[in-house]
Every structure is written in C-alpha cells, then in structure tokens.
C-alpha cells in the first residue's frame, strides 16, 4: 500500500471539499515545493481523465495554469485546450454533474 505524503485541498462550490494525492507534483506554483516540472507534460493528461478529479477542479487547473500549460506539446494547444470541457464530460461523464445533496 502507498502511503501518500503531499496533498492539496481544493474547496468545491458544487461538491465540497477535495483532498487530492495525486497531482501535488504538477501544480506549477512557486510556493509549490514538490513541483516537478517535467512531469507536467505527462500528468495533465491524467487530471482530465481521472475520477478522482472533479470537472471543476480540471478546470481551475487549466485556467490558473495555462500559461505552463500551453505550448507543452501541439498535441495540448490543439487538442486538449480548446476541447477541455468536451473531454471532461466524455472522461468524467458519471462525475461531470454531481453536487453536494
């Protein structure tokens, strides 16, 4: 079992509270210390995909961190930026509309 040392919380609107172990290494913040910049490229892909990831949290990513985020690949800028939502909903489809009750 693995045991995970470095998390973010990332509060909700629509669901609450997120704690999430797996992308802390991929947010290019500079209070950020576990940030690895070369793994960027490679884990964005697994926030859009992923279920442990709300839409919302996806898109505060891309939205606060496009600049990083832009220009990684042509792949990124042509696919995935301006087909984000699209991708979310096809991904996270049995997520994509969840809310707190």
């Known amino acids: 079992m693995k045991k995970w ?12 509270v997120e704690i999430s172990y ?4 991929i947010i290019p913040d500079e209070n950020n210390p576990f940030y690895k910049a070369e793994k960027l490229r490679d884990t ?3 926030v859009i ?3 442990h990831t709300s839409k ?3 898109h505060y990513f891309f939205d606060q961190y496009k600049e990083q985020l832009s220009g990684l690949s042509s792949e990124f800028d042509a696919v995935f930026a301006p087909n984000l939502d699209f991708l979310t909903r ?12």
């Open 44 to 46: 964005f892909g697994d």
């Open 49 to 51: 995909v992923s279920k």
């Open 56 to 58: 919302e949290l996806t």
């Open 22 to 25: 797996n992308f802390v290494e």
């Open 5 to 16: 040392k470095e998390a973010f919380v990332f509060i909700n609107s629509h669901q609450g």
């Open 90 to 101: 096809f991904w996270k489809h049995d997520i994509y509309f969840s809310e707190t009750e």
